[in-house]
């Protein structure tokens, strides 16, 4: 069973950057669609950014695209989120997920393994 753990959440200013990482148990790193999620105070999770295994190519949420990069290291068994130009908007705990499989998914219901999320605060 895999297992996640998030680092790198903070308070920071707004306009400043931050990097996440989710580092992964288990051998099969490099066969996971990796994904980011966040769900600030009285709002549902809600998609932010992902890396298929196989595909490559990053996705993301309208809201922080063009801000921020997500990549993976898989000699690392690590995901990182580097995060620029945050905003209070951006204020939420920060989740990873991983799961399997041929298809990227945006739905938060669609990964069964979650990291313990990662606070992060913007401050105006």
């Known amino acids: ?9 903070g308070l920071v200013q707004a306009g400043g950057s931050l990097r ?6 288990g051998r099969f790193f490099s066969t996971l669609t990796m994904t980011w999620f ?20 990053p996705y993301y949420a ?7 990069t997500i990549s993976r290291d898989n000699a690392k068994n690590t995901v990182y ?7 209070p908007e951006d204020t939420a705990v920060y989740f990873c997920a ?3 499989g041929a298809t990227f998914y945006r739905r938060d219901v669609d990964y069964a393994v979650w990291g313990q999320g990662t ?4 401050s105006s």
Not at 62 to 68: E, I
């Open 1 to 9: 069973q895999v297992q996640l753990v998030e680092s790198g959440g």
């Open 20 to 25: 996440l990482s989710c580092a992964a148990s």
């Open 38 to 57: 966040r769900q600030a105070p009285g709002k549902e999770r809600e998609f932010v950014a992902g890396l298929h295994w196989r595909v490559g190519t």
């Open 62 to 68: 309208d809201s922080v695209k063009g801000r921020w």
């Open 81 to 87: 989120l580097q995060m620029n130009s945050l905003n």
């Open 98 to 100: 991983a799961r399997g």
């Open 119 to 122: 606070q992060v605060t913007v």
